[in-house]
């Protein structure tokens, strides 16, 4: 059982940056990222990051805007958003998976409680 901890988040204008972190404890996991949620719609992957050679993967929309980093001793991934949207906002969960494909679009088990990222214009 793989457990994570999220923090950071809050309010911001169009154009600001903010810092998601996330930690996990017991288990394993070879995978590790960010998904966000709008009310309404589904749940969608935002960046994600292998356990432990750091391949990346985003969604085509936060490319050129956001980067996740990870340090792997601390089992921790960082989310750095810039030149953040009002579409941008939502709820983010920090999520993990133990084997297979390391990919925005690939199903996840574990789940953080998530926090909430408002971008306003």
């Known amino acids: 059982q793989v457990h994570l901890l999220e923090s950071g988040g809050g309010s911001v204008q169009a154009g600001g940056s903010l810092t998601l972190s996330c930690v996990a404890s017991?288990?394993?996991?070879?995978?590790m990222g960010w998904f966000r949620q709008v009310p309404g719609k589904e749940r969608e992957g935002v960046a994600v990051?292998?356990?432990?050679?750091?391949?990346?993967d985003y969604d085509p929309k936060v490319t050129d805007r956001f980067t996740i980093s990870q340090d792997v001793a601390k089992r921790t991934v960082t989310l750095q958003m810039n030149n953040l949207k009002p579409e941008d906002t939502g709820v983010y969960y920090c999520a993990a998976r133990h084997s297979g494909v390391c990919s925005v679009s690939a199903d996840f088990s574990y789940w953080g409680q998530g926090t909430q990222v408002t971008v306003s214009s």
């Open positions: 017991g288990g394993t996991h070879r995978c």
């Open positions: 990051i292998s356990h432990p050679f750091g391949t990346k």
